[in-house]
């Protein structure tokens, strides 16, 4: 028994170690506020080939597969903390359509039509006055666990977008890439007298770029363990504001569907 004992607390402790109780709080979180949720989700790495896991998948079910919204979702557990390198120049010039998140062809169509009435409506489109441009792990030595996390979740945008190898993919797609850490995160900005300010937040956001087959080039939310129920909530709302805005879009496809399903009764009723 005591063997046994020991055993279990040998193979929690490695459990805990390997980060596993993060993702499983990340998952249960998300599935409160009314998403599907998929865990070591698998994909396939669009420069590779290969197959590759992210830790999190959220979708906001969608029975007419017309308009997907996802969060892929990259767990980090660490005692260091995090640091997000901020500016007020970070987003200066960015077109706004691609650094909230990533889209589909017909979404970002949809988008560059009604971009002002979308920022006026859609709190998720707009940006802090300071964002980061960079995200670090302090104290991290020579392994770069943030850009890692980083890459890991812009690829995974990628194939939930436009993957390779499925027959069909909903026409309107957002994937929002979101990295979960449960150490502190540290906001940091250059003040006044070249001064570096820093202050630990609940969350943030860092505008990354990865040279992938497709071009990335989004804002990545970073939001601790702590702050984790506000912002599943949060994204549970704004994936209902998203839907709503697009509404319009997904009447006229299922409006094309009924004249497509009608004038094939109708071609067939007058064949002899």
Same mark, same amino acid.
């Given at each position: 028994?005591?063997?046994? &004992?020991?055993?279990?607390?040998?193979?929690?402790?490695?459990?805990?170690?390997?980060? #596993?109780?993060?993702?499983?709080?990340?998952?249960?979180?998300?599935?409160?506020?009314?998403?599907? /949720?998929?865990?070591?989700?698998?994909?396939?790495?669009?420069?590779?080939?290969?197959?590759?896991?992210?830790?999190?998948?959220?979708?906001?079910?969608?029975?007419?597969?017309?308009?997907?919204?996802?969060?892929?979702?990259?767990?980090?557990?660490?005692?260091?903390?995090?640091?997000?390198?901020?500016?007020?120049?970070?987003?200066?010039?960015? &077109?706004?359509?691609?650094?909230?998140?990533?889209?589909?062809?017909?979404?970002?169509?949809?988008?560059?039509?009604?971009?002002?009435?979308?920022?006026?409506?859609?709190?998720?489109?707009?940006?802090?006055?300071?964002?980061?441009?960079? #995200?670090?792990?302090?104290?991290?030595?020579?392994?770069?666990?943030?850009?890692?996390?980083?890459?890991?979740?812009?690829?995974?945008?990628?194939?939930?977008?436009?993957?390779?190898?499925?027959?069909?993919?909903?026409?309107?797609?957002?994937?929002?890439? /979101?990295?979960?850490?449960?150490?502190?995160?540290?906001?940091?900005?250059?003040?006044?007298?070249?001064?570096? &300010?820093?202050?630990?937040?609940?969350?943030?956001?860092?505008?990354?770029?990865?040279?992938?087959?497709?071009?990335?080039?989004?804002?990545?939310?970073? /939001?601790?363990?702590?702050?984790?129920?506000?912002?599943?909530?949060?994204?549970?709302?704004?994936?209902?504001?998203?839907?709503?805005?697009?509404?319009?879009?997904?009447?006229?496809?299922?409006?094309?569907?009924?004249?497509?399903?009608?004038?094939?009764?109708?071609? &067939?009723?007058?064949?002899?």
């Amino acid at each position: 028994m005591r063997a046994r &004992n020991r055993m279990i607390d040998t193979v929690q402790k490695w459990l805990e170690g390997e980060g #596993f109780p993060l993702e499983m709080h990340v998952a249960a979180e998300f599935r409160k506020a009314g998403f599907e /949720v998929r865990q070591s989700s698998h994909y396939v790495d669009a420069e590779t080939g290969k197959g590759r896991e992210i830790d999190v998948v959220a979708r906001d079910p969608d029975p007419m597969g017309i308009v997907e919204i996802y969060f892929a979702i990259e767990c980090k557990s660490s005692k260091k903390p995090w640091v997000l390198l901020t500016s007020p120049d970070t987003l200066s010039g960015y &077109n706004r359509i691609f650094a909230f998140g990533v889209l589909s062809e017909k979404a970002v169509d949809v988008f560059a039509q009604r971009i002002l009435e979308f920022v006026e409506t859609l709190p998720w489109l707009r940006k802090e006055d300071a964002t980061g441009y960079a #995200f670090r792990q302090a104290f991290g030595g020579q392994s770069d666990h943030a850009y890692s996390a980083a890459f890991s979740v812009a690829k995974a945008c990628e194939y939930l977008v436009r993957p390779p190898e499925r027959g069909y993919v909903a026409p309107f797609g957002l994937v929002f890439p /979101v990295v979960v850490v449960d150490a502190p995160l540290i906001r940091c900005v250059l003040g006044r007298g070249s001064r570096l &300010n820093l202050q630990e937040v609940d969350e943030g956001e860092f505008l990354f770029f990865a040279h992938l087959p497709r071009y990335f080039g989004s804002c990545i939310r970073v /939001v601790t363990l702590q702050h984790l129920p506000v912002f599943a909530r949060e994204a549970k709302r704004a994936a209902r504001q998203f839907r709503a805005a697009l509404k319009p879009e997904e009447e006229k496809i299922v409006a094309s569907w009924h004249r497509s399903k009608h004038g094939s009764s109708e071609h &067939n009723r007058t064949i002899p």
